[in-house]
C-alpha cells in the first residue's frame, strides 16, 4: 500500500529560517533574558513553526477511491464462472478488502451499473469496453476486445474456468481455383461437414489439432460453377458452447466476362467464342489481357509463329490465362510439336517420355559441299539444317550426328537428344573436302545402330555417287531396323537408287536444291520420319476426375499422348478391340503452368467437352506488375505490390495508383454508426504504405461477398471473401496479450485465479500544504508568549 509521508518544497529558505531563529535563540540565552518560563517555552514554539512553515511543507496521501468492478457478459465469456453475481461479489471483496466498489456490465458499449437483476448474457456482435470514470477498474472480461482510448488502472482477473476452455471452430474458408478451401481448429474430437454441392459426402472425423480440408465446388455438367448453388459452406458438428463460429459460407465467383478466343483455321467458331486465324494471334503481350481462355483447334505447331507461341506462353505462365489444346489430325506428335512452346504448355506429351528411337542424322561432307554464294556454304547450311533438328527430337530418344565424304566422322552418338541440343555443334575443326563415298556411309551407319529399337537415318546430300546394289542395301537396312530419309539437295547419278532405298525401307525423300530452304525442307523430313502416334480406328474415351460428370463417347482419330508429371488426369482412352487388361491410355489432362492453367484433349472435342475443359481453366489475366495477397480472418488484410520488373532485372515501383477495394453489394456488411471499418458496399481507399506498396486492413465482412480490387475504374483481381463471425470468436478462451497491453498501457496488474489477497492499488498521492496553518498556529504561539510576558 502507499504510505502517508511528509515532504518540503523549499528545504533552502526553511534551513536559512533554522539559522536565524537558533540565533535568536542564542541571543536571547547570552543575554540572560528575565523572560517567564511560559513565554520562553511559548517563543520557542512559535519560532520552531515559523521555521517548518518556510519550507512549504506538504503532506501526502493516498487518495483512495471507488473501484469499478466491471463484468464482461458478452457471448464470448459463456463459459465464464465470473457469469454469477455472487461469484463476482465474493471475489472483489477478496482482492478489494475494504475499498468501496460498485458492479458494472457490459458488452457492446457503455457499462450498466448492476441494479440487482438476473445476469443474461448480453447478445452483441462484438464486445467494446468503455469503462465508466472511477479510480480503478476491477475487470472480469477475456479480453476480446479492442482497447478503449482512455481507461483508469485496470486489474484483469483471470477466471479458471475461461482460461481451459475448448472450442472447435472454422477458422477460415477460401475458394482455390474450383475447390473450397477450410482450415479447421478444434480442441476436441468433433465432424465437419461440406456443404458444397448437391452431393455432399459424409461427414469428417477431425480429432484435435489444425486441419485444411478441401472440396470440389458445385459445378453443371459442363464443368462450369453453377450460378445458382447457395454459398458453399463448412460446418463444425455441434459440441462446445460456442456455435458462431462453427461454420463460415463463401460464394463461388461467377466467371469473369472476358473473350474467349477459338484459334483455328476454320471459317467458323462456336458460340460465345471469337475466331482469331493463327496468323492473326497479337505479338503485343498488353492484348491478351482481353482473353480469359484461348483454344488452339487441331493445329499443327508451324501454323503458330514462335514470337506467337512465346505470347501463348507468357498469357498462362504471367499473366494467369487459360490454355486449351485441342487434337485431332494435325496437333500433338502430328503437328510437330516436340521442341515447341505449345508442346511445354500442354500437360499431355506428344511423345513417350522413354526413348523408343535412334535418331541418326548425317551430312554430306565431300568437297561439292564446300561452294557457295559467298556469304555461306553448302556446308554450313546443311550442318545448321541439322542441328536445327535437334530440339524437335523426342527428348529421350539416342541420337547420333556426323557427316561422310570419304569415311564416316560420328559428331556424337546414341546421346539423348535434348542434351545434344545443348551441345555446340559441330564441333570445332571439321570442315568438308573429299570424294562422296555415299554407299559406305550408309552402310557404316546401318551397322553401328543397335537392333534393339527402330532407327531413323536422315541423310543429306546431292546424291552424286554410285549406291550399287539396292536389293542387298535394303536387306542390310531392314536387319538393322532403320529406316531411311533422304534430303536431297541435287540430283546426282545416284538419286535414283536412293528413291528405291528409300521406298522399300519405309522411309521418305525430300528434294530441295535452294540451299536457303534447306533447314525448311529438314524439318519437312523430319516429320515424315516421326512417329504420327494418330489412331484413325475408332477408341472410347471415359471421363473421370472433375470432368466425371461428363458423358464418355467414341471417338476417331485419337492423338496417342502421355500424361506429365504433376498434371491430372481427366480422361482416358480405350481401345474396344484390345483385350480387357489393356491398360487405358491418357486423353484429357489439366495442369498448372505459373500463375495459369492449361488443359488438353488428344481427339476431336465437341461443344460439351471444349466447353467443359475452357471453363477449368478459364481465368481473368492479371496484370502481372501488380501481385495481390489477401490474408482472410477476422481482420480482412489486402496487400499490393507494384513492381514493373525491367528486361535487364531492374525494379521500378509504380507509385501512386488509385487503389481501392469494393465489395459487391448484396454480400456487403451494412455499415452502421461506430462501425466503420467493417467492409461495406461502399468502396475502401487502399493507401500506399512504401515503394510500390499498398495495405489496407478491415474487419471481414458478415456475409459472403465477393471483393474487387480496382486501379481507377479498371479491374485489378477478384476473389470471394466468407461471411464471417465476429472477431472476437476467433479463439475462445483468455487473450492474456490483449489484457497485458491493456494492462501495460493504463497501468494495473493481471491478477491470477490463486491470488488471495487484496490488491495493492498504486492509488495516485493526494498533496495538502500544511504550511498556512503551522505559520498560523506560530503566530498564536509568539503572540501568546508576549501576552504571558506582559501579564508576568
Do not use: C
Amino acid at each position: 500500500m502507499n504510505e502517508s509521508r511528509l515532504t518540503f518544497d523549499t528545504p533552502w529558505p526553511m534551513l536559512i529560517a533554522l539559522i536565524i531563529a537558533a540565533t535568536t535563540v542564542a541571543i536571547a540565552w547570552r543575554r540572560r533574558l528575565a523572560l517567564p518560563k511560559a513565554s520562553l517555552v511559548l517563543a520557542t514554539l512559535g519560532l520552531a513553526l515559523v521555521v517548518l512553515s518556510a519550507g512549504m511543507p506538504n503532506w501526502r496521501r493516498p487518495a483512495a477511491g471507488e473501484v469499478a468492478v466491471m463484468v464482461d457478459l458478452s457471448p464470448s465469456t459463456r463459459s465464464a464462472g465470473f457469469r454469477d453475481r455472487a461469484t463476482v461479489e465474493k471475489r472483489a471483496k477478496e482482492l478489494l478488502g475494504t475499498i468501496p466498489f460498485r458492479i458494472y456490465r457490459f458488452g457492446d458499449g457503455a457499462a450498466v451499473i448492476d441494479d440487482g437483476s438476473t445476469w443474461a448474457e448480453l447478445p452483441v456482435p462484438f464486445t467494446r469496453y468503455e469503462p465508466p470514470a472511477a479510480d480503478a477498474v476491477l475487470l472480469f472480461s477475456d479480453g476480446r476486445f479492442d482497447p478503449p482510448p482512455s481507461a483508469p488502472p485496470t486489474y484483469a482477473v483471470i477466471d479458471a474456468t475461461l482460461a481451459k476452455a475448448t472450442d472447435g471452430r472454422v477458422a477460415t474458408l477460401t475458394i482455390d481455383g474450383g475447390d473450397a478451401v477450410a482450415t479447421v481448429a478444434v480442441d476436441a474430437a468433433r465432424s465437419m461437414s461440406w456443404v458444397a454441392g448437391a452431393t455432399n459426402p459424409p461427414p469428417i472425423a477431425l480429432t484435435p489439432g489444425r486441419v485444411v480440408l478441401r472440396r470440389p465446388i458445385a459445378s453443371t455438367a459442363n464443368g462450369s460453377v453453377d450460378e445458382g448453388v447457395a454459398p458453399a459452406a463448412a460446418r463444425l458438428s455441434p459440441g462446445d458452447l460456442w456455435p458462431e463460429n462453427d461454420a463460415l459460407s463463401i460464394i463461388p465467383p461467377p466467371p469473369q466476362r472476358r473473350d474467349r478466343w477459338f484459334v483455328s483455321s476454320s471459317s467458323a467458331a462456336p458460340a460465345g467464342y471469337r475466331l482469331v486465324a493463327p496468323a492473326d494471334l497479337p505479338v503485343d503481350a498488353s492484348a491478351y489481357l482481353s482473353a480469359s481462355t484461348i483454344v488452339l483447334d487441331n493445329l499443327p505447331a508451324a501454323a503458330i509463329s514462335a514470337v506467337a507461341q512465346e505470347r501463348l506462353t507468357q498469357f498462362v505462365r504471367d499473366l494467369g490465362g487459360g490454355l486449351l489444346i485441342v487434337g485431332g489430325d494435325r496437333s500433338f506428335a502430328a503437328g510437330g510439336y516436340v521442341g515447341t512452346a505449345i508442346e511445354s504448355l500442354s500437360p499431355l506429351a506428344s511423345v513417350p517420355p522413354r526413348p523408343t528411337t535412334e535418331w541418326i542424322l548425317l551430312t554430306d561432307g565431300s568437297g561439292s559441299m564446300n561452294t557457295g554464294d559467298g556469304t555461306r556454304t553448302r556446308w554450313q547450311l546443311a550442318t545448321a539444317a541439322l542441328v536445327r533438328l535437334l530440339p524437335s527430337l523426342p527428348p529421350q530418344d539416342p541420337t547420333t550426328l556426323g557427316h561422310f565424304a570419304a569415311d564416316v566422322t560420328w559428331w556424337m552418338t546414341a546421346r539423348p537428344a535434348k542434351e545434344v541440343a545443348t551441345l555446340s555443334l559441330p564441333p570445332s575443326g571439321i570442315s568438308p573436302g573429299g570424294p562422296t563415298n555415299l554407299r559406305p556411309a550408309i552402310e557404316a551407319a546401318a551397322r553401328r545402330h543397335d537392333p534393339a529399337m527402330p532407327g531413323q537415318l536422315l541423310l543429306l546430300s546431292d546424291a552424286d555417287a554410285e549406291v550399287g546394289n539396292v536389293a542387298e542395301l535394303v536387306a542390310l537396312l531392314k536387319s538393322r531396323k532403320v529406316k531411311l530419309h533422304v534430303l536431297a539437295v541435287g540430283d546426282g547419278k545416284g538419286l535414283a537408287d536412293l528413291r528405291q532405298v528409300v521406298e522399300q525401307t519405309g522411309g521418305s525423300i525430300v528434294q530441295q536444291t535452294d540451299a536457303s530452304r534447306w533447314a525448311d525442307a529438314a524439318a519437312d523430313l523430319l516429320k515424315s520420319a516421326g512417329e504420327k502416334h494418330l489412331a484413325t480406328s475408332p477408341v472410347d474415351v471415359r471421363y473421370s476426375d472433375r470432368l466425371a460428370t461428363l458423358t464418355g463417347r467414341r471417338v476417331a482419330p485419337s492423338n496417342r499422348t502421355w500424361l506429365k508429371p504433376q498434371a491430372t488426369l481427366l480422361g482416358s482412352i480405350t481401345d474396344p478391340l484390345a483385350v480387357a487388361s489393356a491398360e487405358p491410355t491418357p486423353a484429357a489432362a489439366i495442369w498448372q503452368v505459373g500463375e495459369g492453367k492449361a488443359a488438353a484433349a488428344g481427339f476431336v472435342a465437341n461443344d460439351t467437352e471444349r466447353a467443359a475443359l475452357a471453363n477449368l481453366v478459364a481465368a481473368a489475366p492479371r496484370d502481372p506488375r501488380i501481385a495481390v495477397t489477401v490474408t482472410p480472418g477476422g481482420r480482412l488484410r489486402v496487400r499490393i505490390d507494384a513492381i514493373d520488373a525491367q528486361a535487364d532485372s531492374a525494379k521500378r515501383y509504380l507509385n501512386g495508383l488509385s487503389l481501392k477495394l469494393t465489395f459487391s453489394a448484396e454480400g456487403a456488411a451494412p455499415v452502421t454508426a461506430g462501425d466503420s471499418a467493417r467492409a461495406s458496399a461502399r468502396p475502401v481507399s487502399i493507401p500506399q504504405t512504401a515503394p510500390g506498396r499498398y495495405e489496407v486492413e478491415i474487419d471481414a465482412p458478415a456475409r459472403p461477398t465477393i471483393a474487387t480490387i480496382l486501379n481507377g475504374d479498371a479491374a485489378v483481381d477478384r476473389f470471394a471473401v466468407a461471411g464471417r463471425y465476429a472477431r472476437e470468436f476467433d479463439e475462445v478462451g483468455i487473450d492474456r496479450d490483449s489484457l497485458n497491453r491493456l494492462v501495460d498501457r493504463f497501468g494495473g496488474a493481471v491478477i491470477e485465479p490463486d491470488q488471495a489477497t487484496p490488491i495493492d492499488f498504486k492509488w495516485p498521492l493526494r498533496v495538502t500544504s500544511i504550511a498556512p496553518l503551522l505559520a498560523g498556529l506560530a503566530a498564536v504561539m509568539l503572540v501568546l508568549a508576549l501576552l504571558w510576558w506582559r501579564w508576568a
